[in-house]
């Protein structure tokens, strides 16, 4: 038997987390109350599209004519509010499925604006500002890249956006969420103003919106040219083995299909051998467990902001996404918080995380995910790049109950190791 365990709590830390769970109480209802309005629209779209036991089977070869991979789709296009979506186990990871929209979109010659500062790491090979040339980057291919850096407030600097839009910008990158970023992630509010400013200027280009760990955290999606997420984070509800999507204007997404697999079959192939219940069943939870991963997050913002330690959001904040930044300013409690996450988790508890060069990233990574699905940070996880301030990045929580008890282990944990006194 291992001896790896969840750290004793401590009566002090039971009665801190009782605490904060009563100042959390009126943002819990908020919470609540966006839960049951995606729950809502999620369930109609199952019941428009009259879905049943047939969508859920699998198929093989080339897919022709597939209706529980084409329904899926529509679910997703009907719950996005956008005019279609390609959803597909073939997309491995989000960045597969930004890859695939900026590939799908740009062509030589042309520029990509991001327009809320740089993107998240694993974006920079693929636009060519990191890794060796000559690996297919879009830098490689001729597309010139522009950039714009947030506001000091956390704002975009719409000016300084419609400056760049030059004629040869045909795409827009607006990210979501924080990315490894001190900052507030972005509204759904503040994202819809901005493309419908770049609209009015130029009607024309592409807004592409980095949906990762933000779909279902507010009552809509924004609404853009084209969404582009991960199924191992929030809208695959914790159940989704693999996949990714892609939802917005029909012609967008028609030239993404076309990248996904070639020109002139697009999104007509692609069989899953495996079963179609688990994408179906995880979009139905997705409303109530992103729920419960926010409700995780505030919990821990309102207890380690009791302890002293600097977070973002606050616990009180408007919520945008998943994910709560706790700033350690040291690497050795950065490093002890996430081992505790590791600990406390159903699966592989007993792995020691440590700092590594994980491809993608242009700092040592610690990650802790022990999860059902490897890498699914709907489950609870928490990863941090080892760089001063040392910010660790605690998300999802299949349950409020298991994320509540990763809060505790990691408090706990710190005190066993006299990095934290209570």
């Not at 409303?287 to 009791?306: C, D, G, N, W, Y």
Request: charged share 20%.
């Amino acid at each position: 038997m291992s001896n790896i365990r969840i750290p004793e709590i401590p009566a002090s830390v039971s009665e801190l987390i009782r605490r904060a769970e009563e100042d959390c109480q009126p943002a819990f209802a908020c919470v609540e109350a966006i839960e049951r309005v995606n729950t809502h629209r999620v369930v109609r779209a199952f019941q428009e599209y009259r879905v049943a036991a047939r969508h859920f089977a699998p198929t093989t070869g080339y897919g022709y004519d597939d209706i529980g991979r084409d329904t899926l789709s529509r679910l997703f296009a009907f719950v996005f509010g956008t005019e279609d979506a390609l959803v597909r186990p073939q997309i491995v990871s989000g960045t597969h499925a930004l890859a695939l929209c900026l590939y799908g979109i740009l062509r030589p010659g042309d520029a990509m604006l991001a327009a809320a500062g740089k993107p998240y790491d694993t974006l920079e090979e693929v636009i060519g500002l990191a890794g060796q040339p000559g690996n297919g980057s879009l830098r490689d291919l001729g597309v010139e890249y522009r950039e714009v850096s947030l506001r000091p407030d956390g704002e975009i600097d719409m000016e300084a956006v419609l400056k760049q839009l030059a004629p040869a910008v045909k795409l827009v990158l607006i990210q979501r969420s924080r990315g490894y970023d001190w900052r507030p992630s972005l509204s759904v509010g503040q994202i819809d103003a901005a493309i419908e400013r770049i609209h009015s200027v130029r009607p024309d280009v592409c807004v592409m919106v980095d949906n990762c760990y933000g779909e279902f955290t507010d009552a809509r999606e924004p609404n853009a040219d084209l969404l582009a997420g991960s199924l191992i984070k929030n809208p695959g509800g914790g159940l989704a083995p693999t996949g990714g999507y892609v939802a917005g204007k029909r012609a967008f997404v028609e030239k993404v299909a076309c990248r996904l697999t070639s020109p002139g079959i697009g999104a007509e192939v692609g069989s899953y051998a495996g079963s179609y219940q688990p994408f179906y069943q995880g979009l139905f939870l997705a409303p109530h467990t992103v729920a419960q991963a926010v409700k995780s997050a505030i919990l821990a913002a309102r207890a380690f902001e009791m302890l002293g330690f600097a977070v973002n959001p606050a616990w009180d904040a408007p919520r945008n996404d998943v994910i709560e930044a706790i700033r350690f300013d040291d690497a050795e409690k950065l490093i002890a918080f996430c081992q505790a996450i590791q600990m406390c988790s159903p699966v592989d508890s007993e792995a020691i995380p440590e700092p590594w060069d994980m491809p993608g990233y242009q700092d040592p990574v610690i990650m802790a995910a022990g999860t059902f699905v490897s890498g699914a940070s709907i489950e609870l996880s928490a990863d941090a790049p080892i760089r001063p301030p040392f910010i660790g990045y605690l998300q999802g929580a299949l349950t409020y109950a298991h994320g509540r008890l990763g809060i505790e282990g990691a408090i706990a944990l710190l005190m066993e190791k006299g990095l934290l006194q209570l």
